[in-house]
């Protein structure tokens, strides 16, 4: 297997050693986020209230039964930075992308 040729810069930065992170899979979910509000609103206009589709693209650090969880900013010290757990029960449509599908 040939190895990709580093730049300079990510030779400068030993892009190539961060170690772990390839191992989790790049995904995009679609589900259904739950709202709330604290301002005051009439029992009507409350009857028009929809969940709101929401569409994620981050790493899929786990993947169970009842949820997954998504991590969007991933370190070489076995750290992530911003996550987010979506319940199943949410979830809509679940992909794996690959390198360069990302919009």
């Not at 400068?12 to 899979?25: P, S």
């Not at 709101?52 to 169970?64: E, F, M, Q, S």
């Not at 969007?72 to 794996?96: A, E, R, S």
Request: contains cysteine; glycine residues 6%.
């Amino acid at each position: 297997m040939n190895k990709k040729q580093l730049t300079p810069r990510e030779k400068e930065f030993e892009i190539d050693t961060l170690k772990g992170i390839d191992k989790y899979k790049k995904v995009e979910v679609w589900w259904m986020d739950a709202q709330h509000g604290t301002s005051i609103i009439y029992y009507e206009d409350l009857q028009e209230l929809r969940p709101v589709l929401t569409r994620n693209i981050g790493y899929l650090i786990k993947d169970c039964k009842e949820y997954i969880i998504l991590g969007y900013m991933l370190f070489d010290n076995d750290h992530v930075k911003h996550w987010q757990l979506i319940p199943k029960g949410m979830i809509v449509k679940q992909k794996h992308l690959n390198q360069g599908d990302e919009e």
